[in-house]
């Protein structure tokens, strides 16, 4: 909860000396109303608080013009011999003691107030810079997403003059990838690296990849602790569940009337465990990931290790199971 304080008047403003004014007026008031004998000091005693909150509402000018108009309403209407301006016999514990309270109060009071402001322009000056940060931070990411897609358009524009096929689909797969950390990028708005859910996320970006491939049949399901991704990891786990998705309609659940894709990170000790699986036709009998001659396969290996993490594919219930073990560091349980 930020720090809250009563704000003060501009000073020498017609709000401050209308408020110091009224202040005064209130302290002969009530000190007319006290209506007790006269003793050391007491003849000030209501001008005290009324020129600390003149001094702090309304500035120190109007508390020196408070604290002179106290001094003479004093000797005038409450030191005898009253409704008199004459200095009294014992002035000297009477006047005295009350101008020095006044004049400590004001200094003190004052000297708050500056460091007040200054801290309000500091705060102010800190709000400002945090805006300009994030602006320039959304305008960087903004700039970096349109770069890729503008590669990503021009590996499609080259992909149309080749007629090599191999070399077509190379072009498609990069223009997709690309077009993918497009779309990732332009989602990192955060400049304070603040971390997002897995599960959330990583729902939006199936729903991406399925609408990029067209595939109208296949169901992707995510299933995930209550976790958060940090920034720095985002792209390459995201990547990577990109990957295992895309091998999966290609391979798994090619030429098949529908389909599930399953997603779940859960925790296990120290580590967590990302699995993508699906419930296609699995892996032929004579596949070891070592000698995966596919890109994608390669891609996710090199990611993996990019967050310090395995990467393992193994038959499952009816399909193939792709798992990424990494520490929980990469990934951070929610609060």
Known sequence: MPF??????????????????????AAIAVRFAINEPVLSGIAFATFIPAIILITYFSG??????????????????????????????????TIVPFVAIAATAIAIIHVIRLTLDRLDAERAKSAALAEQR????????????????????????????????RARQALSEASNRLALISRIQRKLHDPAGAQRRFGPFIEELCRDVLDA?????????????????????????SLIVTELISNALEHGLADRPNGTIRIDLTPRGTEQVLTVSDD???????????????????????????????FAMENGHGGTTCRVVFDSSALSRAA
């Open 280 to 310: 296609g036709g699995g892996l032929p009998p004579d596949f070891t990931l070592e000698t995966a001659s596919g890109l994608g396969l390669r891609i996710v290996q090199a990611l993996a290790q990019q967050i310090q993490g395995r």
């Open 213 to 237: 491939s067209g595939t109208k049949n296949v169901v992707c399901l995510v299933s995930a602790a209550e976790a958060v991704i940090p920034a720095d990891k985002l792209i390459p786990v």
């Open 4 to 25: 809250l304080r009563p704000m003060p008047l501009k000073s020498n403003s017609l709000g401050a000396w209308a408020f110091a004014i009224g202040v005064f007026l």
């Open 60 to 93: 120190l000018w109007p508390a020196i013009a408070a604290a002179i108009a106290s001094t003479i309403a004093g000797v005038f209407f409450f030191l005898p011999p009253t409704w008199e301006l004459k200095i009294p016999p014992g002035f000297a514990t």
């Open 134 to 165: 994030e602006t320039l931070f959304k305008e960087m990411q903004h700039r970096v997403s349109n770069n890729l897609a503008i590669v990503s358009a021009l590996l499609n524009l080259q992909r149309a003059q080749i007629t090599d096929e």
